[in-house]
């Protein structure tokens, strides 16, 4: 397949620079700096559902990533990066705590993060300026996500303000105290997940990344800290649905519309509708055009700050939180799974202690917590306070991609879960672990989607099923609480084509070990299916006259 030619796009590079971008690129070690200081800054991008196989610098055929290609000359490229969820809302907690899914809690039957402190608060009140800047329907203040930040803004919040505002926004962190309140708290999770479906497709879904990219800058502008600055983006273009810019859209499906594709994954999921290869062909290539034009976005941010002279006091992490399926193990989406195309992950990093080229040693996400803290020298206890309970997460050398120490966890005074299931094995192999509670929003579209269409979904559907995974590089093991488990050799079956069961294979054995020592350190396996009610209730019922106006007007009640 040839390359398409990327279209250009408004940049610094067309600009009167006083110097030429393309040769400040590339020179010297990666973010070093002529006085020898370190870098003041770190500017934190996740592509948000972008697979590493669609990224130039992962080998992929299709000009997607010329920029991200470029700075990838100049970066550490990590070849395997595991996620700690298939999914935004887990990761993302991830990345802002330090902590797994199952301990800091934050998932679809209690969607915020709480009695948690963030990354973010910790950099603040160390004295950097910090903001974040997405248009990911998550992060926002009611899951907690962007505490800390001095600046955020989500340009797609899963509903809008107003509609958590006065007793409902206050009590939101109440809802779990109770079964009923539990379910009205589901039940407006639900809202937002079908607000953001409405907002965001259909041609009058203009990508919100240029003006991510647009307040980025502004704040960097703006910062007047003697420490520095930390800014956290999130660009959302690659998630469904597709709808390019048309000169993208152009470029790698000439003449698709993008109505006329599947762009519901539920509906394929739900085995309602079927999508031949031709299709999935366009599909792919709308995602390809939304990568591209993301791509270009950050280029754009990545030249400024080359044109402002911030480069070199710049820390740039790049990096996704998680994969998309398109009809790989007969799924689409990332919902229902845990198989590479979802969790191992893109990741870039720009830091004079890290030099230019590839690593394939095992990373988690988690640890880029620690990695930024590493960059600012920022000790949470001397900022915050070693406090029990809901204080920050120590800086860890052993999971800080810039220390020697990195992932030697030998000495480690306090263990967590993953260093703890590494420690007792049996061998020197490394392993990242991976959760996926009951996903309640996606399970509860899915049964509607089918019920809709007559399909009864199969009591073993997977979509009902809790996973949880072991990683290393040549190994992995899922665990499943309904459907059949799976453990595959990744070093000859890169693709998890032929499961192989741990009796027969040692690599696949150590790995299934491995997780059951995580599980025992987070709580026990999941060995019983998750008893979750999707079926709707009169959640609304108490919610003030405003708020049921709002929704009225946004079709959700009669």
């Known amino acids: 397949m040839s390359s398409p030619t990327v279209p250009s796009v408004p940049s610094i590079r067309d600009s009167d620079a006083a110097y030429s971008l393309r040769t400040a690129r590339g020179t010297g070690a990666a973010g070093s700096r002529s006085d020898g200081t370190r870098p003041s800054n770190v500017l934190f991008v996740v592509l948000d559902t972008v697979r590493a196989d669609h990224l130039g610098p992962y080998g992929y055929e299709r000009e997607t990533t010329p920029e991200l290609s470029a700075f990838a000359d100049e970066a550490t490229v990590f070849d395997s990066a595991v996620a700690p969820a298939p999914w935004t809302l887990p990761v993302h907690a991830s990345l802002f705590t330090g902590l797994y899914p199952s301990q800091h809690g934050a998932d679809q039957e209690s969607p915020y993060l709480e009695d948690a402190t963030t990354l973010a608060s910790v950099l603040s009140a160390a004295g950097y300026d910090t903001a974040c800047y997405s248009s990911n329907a998550w992060i926002t203040p009611y899951t907690n996500l962007t505490d800390g930040f001095d600046e955020h803004d989500s340009f797609f919040e899963v509903l809008p303000r107003d509609v958590l505002s006065g007793p409902l926004a ?192 095992l990373v988690e996400l988690l640890d880029l917590y620690h990695t930024t803290l590493d960059a600012l020298a920022v000790d949470p206890d001397a900022v915050v306070g070693a406090t029990a309970g809901d204080g920050p997460v120590p800086r860890d050398p052993t999971r800080s991609l810039l220390s020697s120490e990195y992932r030697t966890f030998d000495d480690v005074r306090d263990p967590d879960p993953g260093q703890r299931a590494v420690l007792e094995g049996d061998g020197d192999a490394d392993y990242a672990f991976v959760e996926y509670a009951q996903p309640v929003i996606e399970l509860h579209h899915l049964e509607r989607t089918a019920s809709e269409a007559g399909v009864t979904l199969p009591a073993d559907h997977r979509a009902y099923s809790r996973l949880r995974a072991a990683r290393s590089t040549d190994g992995k093991y899922v665990r499943a609480d309904l459907v059949p488990d799976e453990g595959f050799r990744l070093d000859t079956d890169p693709d998890e084509q032929s499961p192989v069961d741990p009796a027969d294979d040692p690599v696949v054995a150590a790995t299934e070990r491995a997780l059951a020592r995580f599980e025992d350190a987070v709580g026990g396996a999941w060995t019983e299916p998750s008893e979750t009610d999707t079926d709707d209730v009169d959640a609304v019922a108490d919610a003030d006259d405003a708020t049921r106006d709002r929704l009225r007007e946004l079709g959700y009640l009669e």
């Open 170 to 361: 206050s009590a939101w962190q109440a809802l779990n105290d109770n079964d009923y309140l539990r379910e009205m708290a589901a039940k407006i999770v639900r809202f937002g997940a079908m607000a953001h479906e409405r907002l965001a497709s259909g041609e009058g879904a203009d990508t919100k990344t240029p003006s991510v990219i647009d307040r980025t800058r502004s704040f960097i502008d703006d910062s007047e800290s003697d420490r520095g600055w930390f800014a956290f983006v999130n660009l959302m273009d690659a998630h469904l649905p597709y709808y390019p810019p048309a000169e993208y859209r152009e470029t790698f499906v000439p003449g698709v519309d993008p109505d006329d594709v599947c762009q519901n994954s539920k509906v394929y999921n739900a085995g309602v509708r079927d999508v031949d290869g031709d299709e999935w062909d366009d599909i792919r290539g709308l995602y390809d055009a939304e990568i591209a034009h993301m791509d270009a976005e950050l280029g754009r941010l990545l030249d400024w700050l080359r044109a402002t002279g911030q480069w070199e006091d710049t820390t740039v992490v790049v990096c996704a939180d998680h994969g998309e399926l398109h009809g790989e193990h007969g799924l689409y989406g990332h919902e229902f799974a845990l198989y590479d195309e979802l969790i191992n992950v893109p990741l870039l990093v720009k830091h004079p202690d890290l030099e230019a080229g590839r690593r394939d040693d």
